[in-house]
């Protein structure tokens, strides 16, 4: 059983070790251990050479109150330590309320040392535990395959012959990083919770041309499951992706047409009839009709958008196989994108005036 250390100052927030444990002979079980003075407390950790380790925002030494400091600091030092000790890294999450997570996320410079924060109020809630576990089976095999010249289809769990599919010479930019947790950090942000290679279930069923709401939706979820379009590399036991390269081919062989050349009324309609099922076609929110060739699920509202009614996001990336994230014209037209942290590519300006203005106006707002 691996085992993991959670660090916080009061002693109610023990219950919070056993919510991010697991049970199994290859299950995670977490101590609980108050703070004390900052490089003591920094060289006990490693000491016992942690599967993972769990950090409050905020935290002190109960001799000396006023000596508190952030888990950064904490977190940084950890960093340090293994920098040049492959075989020792580990992963670092941040476990704090939701208000003190918010201050967190105002410190650009702390956000790589950890590779994910939870909340304390929704830790017993959804997929919390599979993400954290997943995260030490991540570092076991990223350590594991380190030293290997082709490390990334072990890694990956992809076939020889899809290295050009998964644009494996871009991903091997990877390989500039010097230890495990700067790469976990990349995979995580990049690959894992960035579309592009992978899709997130949302993207899944855009590219479907699905209605998230209708009938059979995790009946088709599950059948992907089983197939091989689903995604089982490094953290796929914490977060469910689909490989967007496969789900094409898979699409190709069903129907036999690309699902890019169908519109989402004709690429349900394929899904029912070979697979049986009931599915609903997705409504473009632009056009307000179902006969629209939809490529992705906008960044703001999450609903399958057409690469026609889009605008690109301001979003820098620096890697060339993420997908650059964007906004629905519908979106745009209503400024809802501006409560999600999204900016609009100045590129995109010229069209954002003209729905703004009212020069250009969605078929739901003149009621066709």
């Known amino acids: 059983m691996y085992q993991g250390i959670f660090i916080d100052n009061q002693d109610s927030a023990q219950q919070?070790?056993?919510?991010?444990?697991?049970?199994?002979?290859?299950?995670?079980?977490?101590?609980?251990?108050?703070?004390?003075?900052?490089?003591?407390?920094?060289?006990?950790?490693?000491?016992?050479?942690?599967?993972?380790?769990?950090?409050?925002?905020?935290l002190a030494d109960p001799q000396k109150p006023l000596s508190s400091y952030k888990a950064g600091a904490l977190a940084q030092l950890l960093r340090d330590a293994v920098m040049d000790t492959v075989t020792e890294d580990f992963p670092i999450i941040l476990v704090s309320q939701q208000d003190e997570l918010s201050r967190f996320f105002e410190n650009v410079t702390a956000h790589d040392l950890f590779d994910s924060h939870f909340s304390k109020e929704t830790l017993a809630k959804g997929n919390t535990q599979n993400q954290i576990l997943s995260l030490v089976l991540g570092y076991k095999k990223l350590i594991q395959y380190w030293n290997e010249p082709e490390r990334w289809v072990s890694l990956l769990d992809v076939t020889q012959p899809e290295k050009v599919e998964v644009a494996y010479q871009a991903i091997r930019e990877l390989d500039k990083l010097k230890a495990p947790h700067q790469v976990a950090r990349d995979i995580l942000r990049y690959l894992i919770n960035r579309q592009g290679l992978l899709l997130d279930k949302?993207?899944?069923?855009?590219?479907?041309?699905?209605?998230?709401?209708?009938?059979?939706?995790?009946?088709?979820?599950?059948?992907?499951?089983?197939?091989?379009?689903?995604?089982?590399?490094?953290?796929?036991?914490?977060?469910?992706?689909?490989?967007?390269?496969?789900?094409?081919?898979?699409?190709?062989?069903?129907?036999?047409?690309?699902?890019?050349?169908?519109?989402?009324?004709?690429?349900?309609?394929?899904?029912?009839?070979?697979?049986g099922l009931a599915l609903s076609p997705a409504k473009s929110r632009w056009q307000n009709h179902s006969d629209a060739f939809f490529g992705f699920a906008c960044a703001s509202c999450?609903?399958?958008?057409?690469?026609?009614?889009?605008?690109?996001?301001?979003?820098?990336?620096?890697?060339?196989?993420?997908?650059?994230?964007?906004?629905?014209?519908?979106?745009?037209?209503?400024?809802?994108?501006?409560?999600?942290?999204?900016?609009?590519?100045?590129?995109?300006?010229?069209?954002?005036?003209?729905?703004?203005?009212?020069?250009?106006?969605?078929?739901?707002?003149?009621?066709?």
């Not at 899944?204 to 699905?210: F, I, K, N, P, R």
């Not at 057409?306 to 994230?325: G, H, M, N, T």
């Not at 590129?347 to 020069?359: D, H, L, T, W």
Request: glycine content about 10%; charged content about 25%; proline content about 3%.
């Open 202 to 275: 949302d993207n899944l069923l855009a590219q479907l041309g699905v209605a998230k709401t209708g009938k059979d939706v995790d009946a088709i979820l599950e059948l992907l499951k089983t197939g091989e379009v689903l995604y089982t590399g490094i953290f796929s036991e914490g977060w469910t992706r689909w490989w967007g390269h496969r789900l094409q081919d898979w699409g190709d062989e069903l129907c036999g047409e690309s699902l890019g050349n169908m519109t989402a009324k004709e690429r349900v309609s394929c899904l029912n009839d070979k697979l």
């Open 302 to 368: 999450h609903q399958p958008t057409e690469r026609e009614f889009a605008v690109l996001a301001y979003d820098p990336s620096p890697y060339r196989f993420v997908q650059r994230k964007s906004i629905c014209w519908k979106c745009v037209e209503t400024g809802e994108f501006e409560k999600h942290g999204l900016e609009i590519d100045d590129g995109a300006e010229f069209i954002v005036e003209k729905i703004r203005n009212g020069e250009i106006r969605s078929a739901a707002y003149l009621g066709q």
């Open 16 to 58: 919070f070790a056993g919510l991010m444990s697991t049970s199994g002979s290859h299950g995670l079980q977490i101590s609980f251990q108050k703070p004390r003075e900052l490089m003591m407390l920094a060289q006990d950790i490693l000491a016992h050479r942690p599967d993972l380790v769990a950090l409050d925002y905020r």
